[in-house]
């Protein structure tokens, strides 16, 4: 069975599992594991892998609307270089400090391929979870949507610079927190736009009607990928934006407090997953 059957079948088991991270005592945990073949393309740095692998569990992080405190990593590789180990623990720390918080270290293990496990704590007091939406609230998106897609297409094509680039996220800390006690409901779209509505749907009971021309999507992919654009922009995921249901008059409050844009690119409505009218495939990224 694929990751999605697996958890479903997990859910009774598990009392923290639904949202983005479990949330214990006001301590937000979440971890991750990435690996080469099926999260690195070829030509990823391992500064790159160190700042992506991290930044993924930090924005998890940002999805309940917490504070990021403190990350760390298990490195597992066919054998160890000083350059690539060295790298990886740069690109790691930075990713941390960017959004205040810190890189304290990890595991070192050998492995036939180079896999990377991560784990980052946080502290909330009032966290957003996915259970929230009401009908009648806005839709909202942090950043853009597209930006993991053209930076394949940039592997794919040998502009191996221009894809770590792409690849080396912001995780949405700053809008995660400016949100906290203003979203009603929020994930991150590491799965797909689409795949996150349907799943903030599942949680909530209610639905989405969103607006083709309202998608925010990366000038990037229209550089690397113009006909599969919007596509891409909706299906692909890897963006590590927010996605997020809040009341009109809140939305206002938060001005500009989030570091980044914020698009409305939609409402929420009583049932279905509509894009201009028509409905939205539950398509995604899905780990086999």
């Not at 590491?190 to 021309?213: K, N, V, W, Y």
Request: net charge negative; aromatic share 6%; glycine share 12%.
């Amino acid at each position: 069975m694929d990751e999605r059957a697996a958890l479903a079948m997990l859910s009774d088991e598990l009392h923290h599992a639904g949202d983005d991270a479990a949330v214990i005592d006001g301590c937000v945990l979440t971890t991750d594991m990435l690996h080469e073949t099926t999260d690195f393309p070829r030509g990823t740095t391992r500064y790159t892998a160190g700042w992506r692998a991290v930044g993924a569990s930090l924005s998890d992080v940002a999805a309940m609307g917490a504070e990021a405190v403190a990350a760390v990593a298990v490195y597992a590789a066919p054998e160890f270089d000083d350059e690539e180990l060295g790298a990886f623990v740069r690109g790691a720390s930075e990713v941390c400090g960017a959004v205040g918080a810190e890189y304290v270290g990890g595991d070192l293990d050998t492995h036939e391929e180079f896999t990377v496990a991560t784990t980052a704590l946080g502290r909330v007091e009032e966290p957003v979870l996915r259970s929230g939406a009401v009908v009648g609230e806005l839709l909202c998106v942090t950043g853009t949507l597209g930006r993991s897609a053209a930076g394949l297409e940039a592997f794919e094509t040998g502009e191996r610079d221009r894809g770590n680039e792409l690849f080396r996220f912001t995780p949405r800390v700053e809008a995660g927190r400016a949100l906290a006690g203003r979203a009603s409901a929020m994930m991150d779209s590491s799965d797909g736009l689409a795949r996150s509505l349907h799943q903030l749907s599942e949680a909530s009971g209610c639905g989405f009607a969103i607006e083709r021309e309202a998608l925010p999507i990366d000038d990037a992919l229209y550089e690397f990928a113009p006909e599969r654009a919007e596509e891409l922009a909706v299906t692909f995921g890897e963006d590590f934006e927010l996605v997020f249901t809040i009341p009109d008059e809140r939305l206002e409050a938060v001005g500009s407090g989030t570091g980044t844009p914020i698009s409305v690119i939609g409402e929420t409505t009583g049932e279905g997953i509509t894009m201009d009218g028509d409905p939205l495939a539950d398509r995604g990224y899905t780990h086999e």
